[in-house]
């Protein structure tokens, strides 16, 4: 009886610690999160058949802060280089599986390189998939693939 | 013949009879077989009985039909007995075994004849020997160890088990994300959406190699490439193909390289 008891007792107390552990583990909502990407574009048959390159920081610093660090370069078949660097900042709050983020005024030639940057509001999911690497997708389309640091 | 069980209760068990000095309660008279029991225990205290020993010396071997449940009725009657005498704990069910009784016991008369076991000589002293208590006493811890490495294991494992549980339940989630579809080289190619696995066919194979050759990967080196597609058909019927090639280093900290592709073909295009 004495030992039933026992195992009763360290049974609950391990399911308790375990709970606990789950969590703590889970509170991802104060997380810092960071990663990083290097997006290529080529649009075939448009205008311009433009090109660009770009690195992007992505980082969301738990706080419902973060900010966006973009640097790359585009051109068109006939136009010259344009190189552009600039950091987005931005306020976030977690909806369900999303992140809700609003842009703060930015430079707007920046959606050049990144097509995202050009709406004030996105919702935007991280869907891990490897140990470090990310699916960067908002509910209608993949933006890219970044890996966190 | 007389003993004092834990130093207090004193048992006479040739008329069955339990009772403590000045505790002012009432004395216990046991059932025939209950006190046959209980003197059997003593006989072999700290001695596991099996189950099938027990029925045997009561019941079997005096011509008598043995039943399990009877004898669970017994000891639970005994137990009762000894829990009014304060001690509910001096007998120990040994699942799938049997019984095992642990109490201090002294005699208090010298003259009568323990019941040992068949095989002991019979008229050994009352007191049970020392080697015998030696040999007895040694069971129980090693038993009673026993049990306590088995819970400390249960726990461990289970605990252990309520742990690596949702990274177990994460990686499988991992796994279930992507679709391999195929491997160029050193490149392991994934899908990773429903709408790419949609419109992906053994067609597409050609294109995205067809692509990788276009963007350069460097499937010479290990890697993960997640492939996602997107064709959207706009009013007026032009169609915009969005192929999107995400080349992450296998295991590395590198940042994954995206490539888009996007082709727009107008309605006539199209058509052709």
Redesign the interface.
């Known amino acids: 009886?004495?030992?039933k008891m026992?195992?009763l007792m360290?049974?609950a107390a391990?399911?308790g610690?375990?709970v606990l552990?789950?969590g703590w583990?889970s509170r991802d909502g104060d997380k810092r999160f960071e990663?990083?990407?290097?997006?290529?574009?080529?649009?075939?048959?448009?205008a311009c058949d433009k090109t660009t390159t770009t690195?992007i920081f992505l980082s969301l610093h738990g706080d419902g802060k973060g900010d966006m660090l973009v640097s790359g370069t585009h051109s068109c078949s006939n136009t010259p280089l344009v190189e552009l660097e600039s950091t987005v900042n931005f306020t976030y709050s977690r909806e369900g599986a999303y992140y809700s983020i609003h842009f703060e005024p930015r430079d707007p030639a920046v959606s050049k390189l990144f097509s995202v940057l050009k709406d004030d509001y996105i919702k935007i999911k991280f869907?891990?998939?490897?140990?470090?690497?990310y699916?960067v997708?908002s509910p209608i389309?993949?933006l890219?693939?970044?890996?966190?640091? | 013949m007389e003993y004092i069980i834990e130093g207090v209760i004193k048992y006479n068990s040739s008329n069955g009879t339990l009772y403590i000095d000045d505790s002012g309660m009432d004395m216990i008279t046991l059932a025939r077989v209950t006190n046959e029991i209980l003197l059997l225990f003593i006989q072999h205290n700290h001695v596991p009985l099996k189950r099938d020993f027990i029925l045997s010396e009561l019941w079997d071997k005096r011509g008598l039909t043995s039943s399990s449940n009877g004898l669970n009725n017994y000891v639970s009657m005994l137990r009762k007995a000894l829990a009014q005498c304060g001690y509910p704990d001096l007998i120990t069910t040994i699942p799938k075994h049997g019984f095992i009784f642990e109490a201090e016991i002294s005699n208090l008369a010298t003259s009568d004849i323990p019941r040992k076991d068949e095989n002991l000589v019979t008229d050994l002293p009352l007191q049970i020997p020392p080697v015998h208590e030696t040999k007895v006493q040694r069971k129980p811890v090693r038993q009673s160890w026993l049990t306590r490495k088995m819970i400390g294991s249960s726990i461990l494992a289970i605990f252990m088990m309520i742990i690596f549980l949702p990274g177990v339940y994460d990686a499988y989630k991992l796994r279930a994300m992507k679709t391999e579809f195929f491997t160029y080289k050193q490149c392991q190619f994934y899908i990773a959406d429903d709408k790419t696995r949609e419109i992906a066919t053994s067609k597409i194979i050609d294109n995205i190699k067809a692509s990788a050759a276009e963007i350069n990967l460097n499937c010479e080196r290990k890697a993960n490439v997640y492939y996602f597609a997107d064709n959207k058909v706009d009013s007026s019927g032009n169609v915009v193909l969005k192929d999107l090639i995400s080349y992450c280093h296998y295991q590395s900290k590198t940042p994954c390289d995206n490539y888009y592709l996007t082709r727009h073909i107008n309605k006539g295009d199209h058509e052709k």
Do not use: G, H, P, Q
Request: aromatic residues 10%.
């Open positions: 009886m004495k030992n026992f195992l360290c049974l391990a399911v610690l375990s552990y789950w583990s990663c990083r990407a290097r997006v290529y574009t080529k649009l075939i048959a448009n690195d869907t891990n998939v490897e140990d470090n690497d699916i997708s389309e993949t890219m693939m970044c890996t966190a640091d």
